[in-house]
C-alpha cells in the first residue's frame, strides 16, 4: 500500500461515520481510528485481503432518550448572545505563543483590537498569525495550545467592547 492509498483511506474515515478502519496485508498493518463510539464489526472480503470495517452501532435506548449536548454546543448554549466568536480561518495546529519561551499572544481578560495577533495556526510549515478584527475583552479560550484546528472552529469568545 503506497502513501497515496493511505491519505485516501483517511479522507474516506474523515467524510463517513466509520470509527476506525484496520487493513492487514502480509506484513503491513494500519489501523485508521477517527472517534471513539460503540462500533460493530463487518468483515469485508476484497480479494486476498480481508479488511475489519467497523461502523457505529445505533443504540435505540439513545435516540429515544433526550440529546446529550458536546462540549462545544454547552460552550455555545453557555455563551450570552452578546459574545462574538473568533473562529480558526484554516485547518492547522493552534499555538497560543510564538515559541515555548514567549508570553501567550491573548489571555483570558485581555482587552484586544483590530489587528491584535491572538495566535498562530500552523498548516504545512506556515505559521500564520492569526488577527483580531474586533475591539473587546477575551471571555474564553476554547482551544488548548499545540492542539489541530479545523476550518471555521471557534477559537475565542470576545465581549466587544
Known sequence: ??????????????KSNIGELSIEEGEFKITIKQKEDR??????PQGTMQAPVYAPQPNTALQ????????LETAAAAKPD????????MIGTFYRRS??????????G???????VLCIIEAMKLFNEIESEISGKIVKVLV???????????L????PA
Do not use: H
Not at 429515544?64 to 462540549?71: L, N, R
Open 1 to 14: 500500500m503506497d502513501f497515496k492509498q493511505i491519505q485516501e483511506l483517511i479522507k474516506i474515515v474523515n
Open 39 to 44: 462500533v460493530q464489526t463487518i468483515m469485508v
Open 64 to 71: 429515544t432518550a433526550a440529546p446529550v449536548a458536546t462540549p
Open 82 to 89: 452578546n459574545y462574538i466568536t473568533i473562529k480558526s480561518p
Open 99 to 108: 515559541s515555548p519561551d514567549k508570553p501567550v499572544f491573548a489571555e483570558i
Open 110 to 116: 485581555d482587552e484586544i483590537a483590530p489587528g491584535k
Open 144 to 154: 488548548d495550545d499545540a492542539s489541530p484546528v479545523e476550518f471555521d472552529q471557534p
Open 156 to 159: 475565542f469568545l470576545v465581549e
